[in-house]
């Protein structure tokens, strides 16, 4: 409410009827307007749902959805498409924040071929971006996030990444950085925000020149520190003091420095921040389009809220 100006709202009704007319109002203006959604999604790889709001894990109502693939073009014309094909190797992905919460980190996963129920963490302990202030309405003031992850040498005809997004401030005084945190999944962090991408395949390499890729539904997940050994273990807490995050799923309010210029961890070597796999190199700038702009049902839906918050 804070980004909106509202006019003030009535300070009194001279009958119960004018009260009744009002929530009455009230619930039409508000069923027939959108539902309010926060707080993180999939803004390249193109995610199953638009919704930042999934609080039902991995993937909300679109759990074991594989049914419609991320496609690309495969003619100048645009006329034919095909699924889009992923090289294991480094490869940029964005996320983006609508609702802000301060210290709540990030995790993003592999899932099995065609099946949400197992999935492989590729990067945990991402920190949270305090720097700002997104509007849910709008699309185009989402908190964008580029990191650079890595996807394993396996081979996968429908694979998905997973973002999970604990919501550490709600925790209060566990989230602290000498607190005991919250875990996830499954565990103490009541609440957790997802969002999964539609699938895509990947193309590893089985020869043994190439690493010998296996199918990702005989992939032993490693742990994945062992896989990024140089990611940070420690980010700034409450107050500005070091938290340890060197525990995989257990969480605290967590938070670093991300650039204004192409949205990277500042903090993190640069093997996290570069521009690499080709597909999501232009993603930060097309995002908000891609979602759509600005609704201005929103002011009306917002107003209405802010009324029926005054009112009662």
């Given at each position: 409410?804070?980004?909106?100006?509202?006019?003030?709202?009535?300070?009194?009704?001279s009958?119960?009827?004018?009260?009744?007319?009002?929530?009455?109002?009230?619930l039409?203006?508000?069923?027939?307007?959108?539902?309010?959604?926060?707080?993180?999604?999939?803004?390249?790889?193109?995610?199953?749902?638009?919704?930042?709001g999934?609080?039902?894990g991995?993937?909300?109502?679109?759990?074991?959805?594989?049914?419609?693939p991320?496609?690309?073009?495969?003619?100048?014309?645009?006329?034919?498409?095909?699924?889009?094909?992923?090289?294991?190797?480094?490869?940029?992905?964005v996320?983006?924040?609508?609702?802000?919460?301060?210290?709540?980190?990030?995790?993003?996963?592999?899932?099995?071929?065609?099946?949400?129920?197992?999935?492989?963490?590729?990067?945990?302990?991402?920190?949270?971006?305090?720097?700002?202030?997104?509007?849910?309405?709008?699309?185009?003031?989402?908190?964008?996030?580029?990191?650079?992850?890595?996807?394993?040498?396996?081979?996968?005809?429908?694979?998905s990444?997973?973002?999970?997004?604990?919501?550490?401030?709600?925790?209060?005084?566990?989230?602290?950085?000498?607190?005991?945190?919250?875990?996830?999944?499954?565990?103490?962090?009541?609440?957790?925000?997802?969002s999964?991408?539609?699938?895509?395949?990947?193309?590893?390499?089985?020869?043994?020149?190439?690493?010998?890729?296996?199918?990702?539904?005989?992939?032993?997940?490693?742990?994945?520190?062992?896989?990024?050994?140089?990611w940070?273990?420690?980010?700034?807490?409450?107050?500005?003091?070091?938290?340890?995050?060197?525990?995989?799923?257990?969480?605290?309010?967590?938070?670093?420095?991300?650039?204004?210029?192409?949205?990277?961890l500042?903090?993190?070597?640069?093997?996290?921040?570069?521009?690499?796999?080709?597909?999501?190199?232009?993603?930060?700038?097309s995002?908000?389009?891609?979602?759509?702009?600005y609704?201005?049902?929103?002011?009306?839906?917002?107003?209405?809220?802010?009324?029926?918050?005054?009112?009662?």
């Open positions: 409410l804070c980004h909106k100006s509202f006019p003030q709202p009535p300070t009194s009704r009958t119960a009827q004018t009260n009744m007319r009002n929530h009455a109002g009230l039409l203006v508000s069923t027939a307007l959108p539902t309010a959604s926060a707080h993180s999604r999939w803004s390249c790889p193109e995610p199953r749902s638009p919704s930042t999934i609080k039902r991995p993937c909300g109502n679109d759990y074991n959805n594989f049914d419609s991320l496609l690309q073009s495969t003619t100048d014309d645009g006329g034919d498409e095909s699924i889009v094909e992923i090289t294991p190797g480094p490869l940029r992905v996320f983006e924040e609508s609702l802000h919460h301060t210290g709540a980190p990030f995790r993003i996963s592999l899932s099995n071929d065609g099946n949400d129920d197992e999935s492989c963490v590729l990067l945990d302990h991402i920190p949270h971006n305090d720097c700002c202030s997104p509007f849910i309405p709008d699309p185009t003031t989402y908190t964008p996030y580029a990191i650079t992850i890595n996807i394993p040498n396996v081979i996968c005809e429908r694979c990444l997973h973002l999970s997004n604990p919501m550490t401030d709600k925790i209060r005084g566990d989230g602290a950085p000498t607190a005991i945190g919250c875990t996830d999944p499954d565990g103490t962090c009541f609440s957790v925000y997802h999964c991408t539609k699938p895509f395949r990947i193309v590893g390499d089985a020869s043994e020149s190439g690493g010998g890729a296996v199918p990702r539904s005989e992939y032993q997940c490693p742990n994945y520190q062992d896989v990024n050994e140089n940070p273990k420690v980010w700034t807490g409450d107050n500005g003091a070091d938290v340890d995050a060197s525990t995989p799923g257990v969480y605290r309010r967590e938070s670093s420095v991300w650039s204004t210029d192409d949205y990277t500042t903090t993190a070597p640069v093997s996290y921040r570069e521009d690499t796999g080709g597909l999501c190199s232009v993603a930060i700038a995002s908000s389009a891609q979602f759509g702009g609704n201005p049902q929103w002011t009306a839906y917002l107003v209405s809220l802010f009324f029926y918050m005054a009112i009662n």
